[in-house]
């Protein structure tokens, strides 16, 4: 037999020997590890919260600036002065700040003046001196205080153009227009900060019911929505989710981490030449005296005794703060609680009393809402 003959003969029998052998083998089955293990179990993985009353480290209450008929954004002569107004945007100044800024901006290229006083250092007075400042303006901003001791450092931190902007019923007609056009514009805004150092970021967003939640209209709620602008909340099957529920949906949103945000924007704002004065305004003597002659009021609160507006009032909200927990990066709400991951904590809270001016944190508050969150993560699957 040549070598050529024996190759042939002998590759094939060593593929019967190992056929052989294989066969009176005990069978064991291959299985490799599957990354993506919830989706073949039904559901997308959603890791569990770690909650206890020791984990809060830090609890607060802040104060939106609710008018009934939406926020202020007309303009006044006082004096000498022109007065542009851009306050009073209930719980959506976050979301809206840039695009009632823009409006903001519109009034104030109109009087052709270019040295622009702004009162607030907040989200909506950052927002609307860096739009300025874009035209081409000289803008210092007048404050009390700056972040993170503001009171924009104390939201939540969700793109919800529509929380509390208004009372529908109060509201003028034409007013959704306005809303519309702001909120689109703010949305665009905020896309060119997706991806710098998580000022924004895309997270997912439950809401998880025994059963369906009626919906009130009236002060305080969402009445107004954009079609297409987010993706589409989702209701999910049993099988689709972990939660001992009946109605949970699930959708796409913006979070702002607010910290990051403020930081940014301030730092953007003195990077172009703008300058911040530690000066508190009282009383619309103290308007009169600065050196500017076009004034934009974004003083939320602070603009009702200045300005004495009747129709402004506080809807306290309090937020407990729960130590950051790493494979948490999504927001949830349930009947009486809900939270927010953010960089800087878990922030848990509910509540939204209209008219109160008390900003001292109730423990009490913070029982009720963790033990809510504590028996849903407990009934979880998984």
Known sequence: MNRRNFFEKAIPASFALGAVATSCAPRTEMRYPDKHFHIGRGYHQIPKLRLSMDR???????????????????????????????Y???????????GTGNIARKNVLATGEKQIAVLG????????????????????????????????NLATGTWSPASRVCDKTVAKPEFQAIWEDATRFSFRRFQFML????????????????????YIPGAGGEDFEIEGLLPERVRLTKKEHPFKADHVTRRTNIMFNIPTYLR??????????????????????????????????CMGLGAKPVFNDQ???????????????????????????????????????????????????????????????MKLMEEMKG
Request: proline share 5%; aromatic share 8%; hydrophobic share 35%.
């Open 195 to 214: 991806g710098m150092n998580d000022i924004a970021c895309w997270a997912e967003e439950y809401g998880v019911f025994r059963e369906a939640p009626v």
């Open 88 to 98: 009073g945007h209930g719980g959506s100044g976050w979301s809206l700040s840039w």
């Open 121 to 152: 250092c907040g989200t909506v007075g950052i927002a609307t001196a860096r739009l300025l400042q874009e035209s081409g303006c000289e803008v210092t901003i007048y404050t009390k205080d700056v972040p993170p001791n503001v009171t924009s």
């Open 264 to 297: 940014h924007q301030l730092q953007d704002f003195t990077m172009f030449g703008g300058k911040v004065k530690i000066q508190e305004i009282k009383k619309p003597e103290d308007i009169d005296a600065l050196s500017e002659k076009v004034v934009v009021n």
């Open 311 to 373: 129709e402004l009032t506080p809807v306290s909200g309090q937020l407990s703060c729960l130590i950051p927990q790493g494979d948490v990066n999504y927001k949830l709400y349930t009947k009486g609680a809900n939270f927010i991951s953010r960089k800087d904590g878990i922030y848990i809270g509910s509540n939204g009393i209209v008219g109160n001016w008390d900003t001292t944190p109730s423990k009490e508050q913070t029982e009720k809402t963790v033990g809510i969150l």
């Open 56 to 86: 809060i480290v830090k609890e607060t209450v802040g104060l939106r600036p609710f008018r009934a008929s939406g926020p202020r954004l007309d303009v006044e002569q006082l004096g000498n002065k022109t007065i542009v107004h851009n």
